[in-house]
């Protein structure tokens, strides 16, 4: 299972398009000569990975996909997290 369409959206349009962390803007605008780009990252908070990051056994296959378990940070607070 993966994240749903719903839940995506449901993240992306709550968090206003920006870091949970740092409130910095996720989505940089276009310019001339480039298109926008995304500096953000859909993340788990309890990994569905064994000896990922935050992982727990007894979380089920929909509830680490499911909203609750989901953040959206920018690429540097993602990092960190996972490194730290």
């Known amino acids: ?6 839940t995506r959206k449901l993240l992306w349009g709550r968090s206003g398009s920006r870091c949970a962390i740092c409130r910095n803007e996720i989505v940089v605008e276009a310019t001339l000569s480039d298109g926008e780009s995304i500096v953000g990252d859909e993340c788990h908070i309890i990994s569905g990975q064994a000896g990922g990051p935050r992982y727990d056994a007894t979380f089920t296959k929909s509830e680490i996909d499911s909203y609750s378990n989901l953040i959206l940070v920018c690429k540097v607070h993602h990092k960190m997290i996972d490194d730290q």
Not at 1 to 6: I, P, Q, W
């Open 1 to 6: 299972m993966a994240v749903s369409e719903k």
